[in-house]
């Protein structure tokens, strides 16, 4: 037995509707943490224009309303610090791809200096000493907390050496670190 075309496509469409229409109720069940994050820093920035620039970085979310994650922010600001700061983030609407609010904590959780940074102040010292300019200098993130050190190396055509670089100062109301830099080889 055949099936008139029209009662067929006229199936098609209800059984489509039925189950679009069931997709845009319920929705996903979580938001990914990479979209929770834009979505914040994009209301972050809306709210605060002089804000400066960082990434957000989430975990996955509950889409529904009230369902809560804690975020985390990092920003660069200049001379080459680096603030880490914790901070909320709320589904406030479910409806049309969602809505949410976000409230950072008052206190940074860390802060300290970019490893960039560093590197281009142990090149400055390089210069101001009349040595070679290295092929590389590579440093790592220092946290800004009193007697905190990393170790950069510093390559040259003929070899390596290292510089410890060691926090002697903190202002956690600007989030400046005063530091010094300690040669571990005389060339420095």
Partial sequence: MSVPLTVFLAGIVALVTIVGCGEAET?????????????AEEQLEADHPGMAPGILSCPDLAFEIGA???????????????????????VTSVA????????????????????????SRL????????????DSIDCPYLVGRIGASVVCTVSFPAGSTRARIRVTSVDPSSYEVGYSIDPEDPVL
């Fill in 123 to 134: 090149g400055d010292r390089l210069d101001k000493l009349g040595r070679t300019a290295p």
């Fill in 68 to 90: 809560t994650t804690r975020c985390t922010r990092i920003a660069e600001l200049s001379r080459g610090r680096r603030v880490r700061v914790l901070g909320t983030v709320e």
């Fill in 96 to 119: 049309g791809g969602g809505a949410l609010h976000v409230r950072l904590d008052d206190a940074a959780k860390e802060f300290g200096l970019d490893g960039e940074f560093l590197a």
């Fill in 27 to 39: 929705g996903p069940a979580t938001m990914p943490g990479e979209r929770v994050a834009r979505m």
